[in-house]
């Protein structure tokens, strides 16, 4: 018994001894690795790191005039324990920027003037703005972007002419520099402020982010939230810009020189233009000689001359004369194009309107509003998209 217990307490001693070395010994085996002393040595070297306190005493046995060699081993391992971020090769650290996220991104540009520079280029960030904005930022919200610097870099420059002297250039040189629209964000620091130019795509992802830049898109089924069911399967045109809070958008629209303001709207409701024309204009209709009964269309309407056009979804419909069968249908062969809307009720005024393939222009009277420009839906996620919004009822 007593062998037994004098067995257990050496045990404990030795125990506790190896788990006390055992931080110092996986470093000390390291550069004895380095060393590239003979088999044998090695060996012993190793086994004397292993059991005797500590590692000076180990180093202490070994060949002298291996002393210039441990000396550089010990270099390169503290070389080694030192290395940053920056130390990694260009393309490693690319893949590593590559994978942070918008915020990632922001706080690895605030560590020092080196990574500043990799995290706010433009490459890093049009993936990000491909991935969240592409769908929603067309030509249209581009133009409007590069409007909007070209404006402030104006008022800029008129208020440094006020200004006189040296210290008037110099106050216009830095205003330059900084981003306007950035100024309050609490999680960017000064120095990334000062330094991120206005025409630069991290500036633009972050004033979309932000709520701060309102772009122009369209909306589907305007205002039905507030009980407008006349705007059913229809898209106007819209200024909207993005509410990170709720991860909804406000939209503003004009009409008759009156704003109108909605808000959370949900992703789905929304759209980059599908076109460029403007919304007051009439669009120019490419695609008149290829409908047939059958195609999925969106038609320009607006009430008067001064309300600007909204998209409405129909499909093309047989003529009267027609027995809707396709193989006997001409209907293409017509000049007449019938369009319907079969949201609407049969016998409503809006159930249907009839177009001159040949010479179409607006059409229209007071009563039933007027109809511009036809578009044709080739697009499968267009049309699935348009049937997702279909109402549950007939409307009259």
């Known amino acids: 018994m007593l062998l037994?217990?004098?067995?257990?307490?050496?045990?404990i001693l030795v125990s506790k001894k190896f788990l006390k070395t055992f931080s110092t010994w996986k470093r000390d085996i390291r550069f004895l690795r380095m060393l590239k002393l003979p088999l044998f040595l090695w060996e012993i070297s190793r086994f004397l790191v292993y059991w005797l306190p500590s590692c000076d005493t180990a180093r202490s046995f070994l060949p002298s005039a291996r002393n210039g060699r441990v000396a550089e081993a010990e270099n390169e391992v503290e070389k080694d324990e030192k290395m940053s971020l920056l130390d990694l090769p260009d393309l490693t650290l690319e893949c590593v920027l590559e994978r942070l996220s918008p915020s990632g991104l922001c706080n690895m540009a605030s560590v020092c003037s080196s990574l500043r520079e990799r995290c706010t280029s433009d490459h890093l960030w049009e993936k990000h703005m491909k991935q969240k904005w592409g769908r929603l930022i067309g030509n249209a919200a581009y133009k409007q972007w590069q409007r909007q610097i070209v404006s402030r870099n104006?008022?800029?420059?008129?208020?440094s002419k006020r200004q006189k002297g040296l210290f008037g250039y110099l106050s216009s040189v830095w205003h330059g520099m900084c981003l306007w629209n950035l100024s309050n964000e609490n999680n960017l620091s000064s120095e990334l402020r000062s330094c991120l130019n206005d025409d630069s795509v991290m500036a633009w992802y972050l004033a979309i982010e932000t709520g701060k830049f309102w772009?122009?898109?369209?909306?589907?089924?305007?205002?039905?939230?507030?009980?407008?069911?006349?705007?059913?399967?229809?898209?106007?045109?819209?200024?909207?810009?993005?509410?990170?809070?709720?991860?909804?958008?406000?939209?503003?629209y004009l009409a008759n020189g009156r704003q109108t303001i909605e808000d959370n709207i949900d992703w789905n409701r929304l759209r980059a233009p599908a076109v460029d024309t403007p919304a007051h204009v009439l669009h120019v209709s490419d695609c008149l000689n290829d409908l047939k009964p059958g195609d999925h269309i969106e038609v320009q309407w607006r009430r008067n001359e001064d309300f600007p056009y909204g998209w409405w979804y129909g499909v093309v419909g047989h003529l009267e004369s027609c027995n809707g069968q396709e193989s006997h249908c001409q209907c293409h062969q017509s000049d007449i194009v019938i369009l319907e809307f079969k949201q609407y009720t049969q016998g409503s005024r809006w159930r249907q309107t009839v177009i001159n393939r040949k010479d179409h222009r607006e059409v229209g009277n007071g009563a039933d509003g007027f109809y511009g420009g036809v578009r044709k839906l080739c697009n499968e996620k267009e049309i699935s998209m348009w049937k997702c919004l279909w109402p549950t009822s007939t409307l009259e």
Not at 4 to 11: E, V
Not at 154 to 159: E, G, H, M, Q
């Open 4 to 11: 037994f217990l004098i067995s257990c307490f050496s045990f």
């Open 215 to 252: 772009f122009p898109a369209q909306v589907y089924n305007r205002e039905v939230q507030n009980g407008h069911v006349g705007f059913m399967l229809s898209c106007y045109d819209a200024e909207v810009r993005y509410d990170s809070a709720t991860d909804t958008f406000i939209a503003r």
């Open 154 to 159: 104006r008022a800029k420059f008129l208020k």
